[in-house]
T-cell receptor, first 113, second 112 residues
Framework: EADIYQTPRYLVIGTGKKITLECSQTMGHDKMYWYQQDPGMELHLIHYSYGVNSTEKGDLSSESTVSRIRTEHFPLTLESARPSHTSQYLC????????????FGPGTRLTVT | QQQVKQSPQSLIVQKGGISIINCAYENTAFDYFPWYQQFPGKGPALLIAIRPDVSEKKEGRFTISFNKSAKQFSLHIMDSQPGDSATYFCAAINQAGTALIFGKGTTLSVSS
């Protein structure tokens, strides 16, 4: 079992609130990713990082932001949550040069009312 | 446009049968092609991956077949078991080599 953690697992929050989804890994991986996944659907990459102080936007446009101040920590922030942000957010990390091997956390299911 | 097309969307197989899921890639990197398995309430987990310089890779009951000319790869699950019931995603690496592009997923149900 991979050592990658996400909190909270479930979050129900009102429109306009600021939220931060936490992701931590203890494997020392440099590469980390955030995906958005609607139930039963494909994963869409929204952010990735190659290491400390490195962040890039993914293929799916997102109003969220990320930071990478420490290798093990890759939080995602929504400044003002909206119902359209309702989804599952998955964090992953990768050890190698080629990103085919990724370890995923259990996800945060976000509902914005 | 870089994409991975996966079929079928859902699959029902009897216990002991063979499950087959197909994927086709377009405009992606010609590099590793992984399959991920996801159970409800969990994140996906790497199941098996194949390098494009081989035509087949087998790990236990799971086999990936790769067809370079057709730009297709498939997952075969032999002797399917109820515990294999999950959603399976194929993926390819994007052209920049920075991330994975996932297929839409196949929900497999193995009936006992």
């Amino acid at each position: 079992e991979a050592d990658i953690y996400q909190t909270p697992r479930y979050l129900v929050i009102g429109t306009g609130k600021k939220i931060t989804l936490e992701c931590s890994q203890t494997m020392g991986h440099d590469k980390m990713y955030w995906y958005q996944q609607d139930p039963g659907m494909e994963l869409h990459l929204i952010h990735y990082s190659y290491g400390v102080n490195s962040t890039e936007k993914g293929d799916l446009s997102s109003e969220s932001t990320v930071s990478r101040i420490r290798t093990e920590h890759f939080p995602l922030t929504l400044e003002s949550a909206r119902p359209s942000h309702t989804s599952q957010y998955l964090c992953a990390s990768s050890p190698g040069r080629v990103p085919y091997e990724q370890y995923f956390g259990p996800g945060t299911r976000l509902t914005v009312t | 446009q870089q994409q991975v097309k996966q079929s079928p969307q859902s699959l029902i197989v009897q216990k002991g049968g063979i499950s087959i899921i197909n994927c086709a890639y377009e405009n992606t990197a010609f590099d590793y092609f992984p399959w991920y398995q996801q159970f409800p309430g969990k994140g996906p987990a790497l199941l098996i991956a194949i390098r494009p310089d081989v035509s087949e890779k087998k790990e236990g009951r799971f086999t990936i077949s790769f067809n370079k000319s057709a730009k297709q790869f498939s997952l075969h699950i032999m002797d399917s078991q109820p515990g294999d019931s999950a959603t399976y995603f194929c993926a390819a690496i994007n052209q920049a080599g920075t991330a994975l592009i996932f297929g839409k997923g196949t929900t497999l149900s193995v009936s006992s």
